[in-house]
């Protein structure tokens, strides 16, 4: 694996009970440090495939390999973002929040600690002793990165995050997610409907055929997003060039 290869899948394939073809053939490598986005059309195996490099289900045939290990299982250098939250309704902010480290074993003291970093910069200070059902979909989507971000894994797997959130969220979510690529270099798989969010996010794009899912192309954005508001980077050509390259390729599908 070169060094600049953080993740690679070998020829992955799964098929689920009752014979349901979802993946065929996938060979794909992430770079490390960058954003990575799995699009195409419903069906066709984008959740399957991330779950798959998250260890949370085992291929049919190929394997998934991660800074040079083979990948067996759930490992402390991926998190999970899940499209529902995944939160314990039970708990409180910071207990989530500092929840994948109380699983491994870290002291009480320097994990409500650390999750209380990550809660603060997520925007949810004083929200610590909240439970889930007290806050709207956009503070949940928030605590469920806050603990992603608390484990602190190089690899943080989004399966459609912000897809539930009204869209002036969304596109601070989309913001808030380019900063913290800039700043904390993790590098991220991301999966979504939204060819323009795939767009306005992505170094690179992975699309995926219908069922069973092929990889028909990898799309390079090559958007300089360096000194750009939002606003610039949703008129730049590229970014409209690489939206429409998208439409029409997947419109094939519809």
Not at 73 to 89: C, I, K, T
Not at 173 to 181: A, G, I, N, R, T
Request: hydrophobic share 40%; glycine share 8%.
């Amino acid at each position: 694996m070169a060094a600049d290869v953080i993740v690679e899948a070998r020829e992955i394939s799964k098929t689920y009970d009752g014979g349901v073809e979802a993946l065929k053939g996938i060979n794909l490598v992430i770079p490390r440090g960058r954003l990575s986005t799995l699009l195409g059309p419903s069906g066709c195996g984008k959740t399957t495939l991330l779950k798959i490099i998250a260890g949370l289900i085992f291929p049919s045939r190929g394997e998934v390999w991660v800074k040079g290990k083979k990948v067996d299982g759930p490992g402390p250098e991926r998190a999970f973002v899940f499209q529902d939250f995944a939160l314990l309704p039970w708990a409180n902010v910071l207990r989530n929040v500092a929840f994948g480290l109380e699983l491994r074993g870290v002291p009480k003291a320097e994990r409500n600690e650390i999750a209380r970093k990550h809660i603060a910069e997520a925007g949810l200070f004083g929200f610590e002793s909240s439970y889930p059902h007290q806050l709207s979909g956009g503070m949940r989507q928030r605590v469920g990165l806050a603990r992603a971000l608390a484990v602190d894994s190089d690899i943080i797997l989004m399966d459609e995050p912000f897809s539930s959130v009204d869209e002036q969220t969304r596109r601070k979510f989309q913001e808030e997610l380019l900063d913290l690529l800039r700043e904390k270099k993790k590098t991220v798989i991301f999966v979504t409907h939204s060819i323009e969010e795939a767009a306005y996010l992505s170094d690179q794009i992975i699309l995926l055929s219908p069922r069973p899912g092929t990889i028909s192309r990898f799309i390079q954005p090559n958007i300089d997003r360096t000194g750009k508001n939002p606003e610039e980077i949703r008129r730049d050509k590229n970014y409209l060039d690489v939206v429409e390259e998208i439409w029409q390729i997947l419109k094939q599908y519809v």
